[in-house]
Antibody, heavy 115, light 112 residues
Framework: EAQLVESGGGLVQPGGSLRLSCAASGFTFSTYWMSWIRQAPGNGLELVANIKSDSSEKYYVDSVKGRFTCSRDNAENSLYLQMNNLRAEDTAVYYC????????WGQGTLVTVSS | DVVMTQSPLSLPVTLGQPASISCRSSQSLVYSDGNTYFHWFQQRPGQSPRRLLY???NRDSGVPDRFSGSGSGTDFTLRISRVEAEDVGIYYC?????????FGQGTKLEIK
């Protein structure tokens, strides 16, 4: 059974940093585009970063460009999101999502940016 | 950015009755390869979203056949032929024809 497990969320002050991790299993991770999608409390979905299967292409939504960096390690079946200079508006549940023949979602990890 | 506009945003439905959700995009979602990269997602209360339909009208594995999708270009529709209690949740359309990939605002389906 395919599974994505996020970790690394928590409470951080504005301007701080966090690194989210996502461990994948049960599917061929190395062939999937991977994304980080966030959902602010009570709000809809926003795709913040995309990374191609071989890391050759990366895309970021304008609001996180220059602050967030997405990376992956196919040997470890892992996806990462380095988040720097965090702002209150980055507060959300962050989902790790795999797009391929099927779409797999993690359970999400909550990031709260507050002083 | 491609703006995805859903309607209605709230959808009360009687059990066993049909339901329909519309999604309109601000630009054509037909990619240069001729494909339309448009999906529908369902998010049940307290759960992560899951994809229901991909490329406009193709059901994902395990999705009941009461769910169907149609449309082209900029206008798309999700239909549920007979709503069941397990269909309660928020439905999102999404395009990944053009970066940034964008979602609609969501349509909350509830039982009357």
């Amino acid at each position: 059974e395919a599974q994505l497990v996020e970790s690394g969320g928590g409470l951080v002050q504005p301007g701080g940093s966090l690194r989210l991790s996502c461990a994948a299993s049960g599917f061929t991770f190395s062939t999937y585009w991977m994304s980080w999608i966030r959902q602010a409390p009570g709000n809809g979905l926003e795709l913040v970063a995309n990374i191609k299967s071989d890391s050759s292409e990366k895309y970021y939504v304008d609001s996180v460009k220059g602050r967030f960096t997405c990376s992956r390690d196919n040997a470890e079946n892992s996806l990462y999101l380095q988040m720097n200079n965090l702002r209150a508006e980055d507060t959300a549940v962050y989902y790790c999502v795999g797009f391929g023949a099927r779409v797999y979602w993690g359970q999400g990890t909550l990031v709260t940016v507050s002083s | 950015d491609v703006v995805m506009t859903q309607s209605p945003l709230s959808l009360p439905v009687t059990l066993g009755q049909p339901a329909s959700i519309s999604c309109r995009s601000s630009q054509s979602l037909v990619y240069s390869d001729g494909n339309t990269y448009f999906h529908w997602f369902q998010q049940r209360p307290g759960q992560s979203p899951r994809r229901l339909l991909y490329m406009v009208s193709n059901r994902d594995s395990g999705v009941p056949d009461r769910f169907s999708g149609s449309g082209s270009g900029t206008d798309f529709t999700l239909r549920i032929s007979r709503v069941e209690a397990e269909d309660v949740g928020i439905y999102y359309c999404m395009q990944h024809t053009q970066w940034p990939h964008t979602f609609g605002q969501g349509t909350k389906l509830e039982i009357k």
